[in-house]
Nanobody
């Protein structure tokens, strides 16, 4: 199983970025997709997840209303659309997959992780 995250970059505050997570070896049809992030000097934290069973989404309070998680029709790629970015969103963003269904916010429930993609938001 491999997860390939991409789409990070440098953006000004208020701008947008779209992250992608391409899965091989498993799909997001039967595995929950999640996004986490780790800012410099801080622990990794949950950002968003999409339940594989019904497509319901869950967000961290800090990104709710600004970020949207989704998956394509083939359920091979998951996305994180990030709008109205703030400097505090600067972090390495990781995608992950979980065999659990539901609002999966705990890191330990994710068994495969992508390599991370850096998002830098300038003020």
């Amino acid at each position: 199983v491999q997860l390939q995250a991409s789409g990070g970059g440098l953006v000004q505050a208020g701008g947008s970025l779209r992250l992608s997570c391409a899965a091989s070896g498993r799909t997001f049809k039967t595995y929950t997709a999640g996004w986490f992030r780790q800012a410099p000097g801080r622990e990794r934290e949950f950002v968003a997840a999409i339940n594989y069973r019904d497509g319901r989404t869950t967000y961290a309070r800090s990104v709710k209303g600004r970020f949207t998680i989704s998956r394509d029709s083939s359920k091979i790629t998951a996305f994180l659309q990030m709008n109205t970015l703030k400097p505090e969103d600067t972090a390495v963003y990781y995608c992950a997959s979980s065999p659990y269904a539901g609002a999966i916010v705990d890191e330990w429930k994710y068994d495969y992780w992508g390599q991370g993609t850096l998002v830098t938001v300038s003020s």
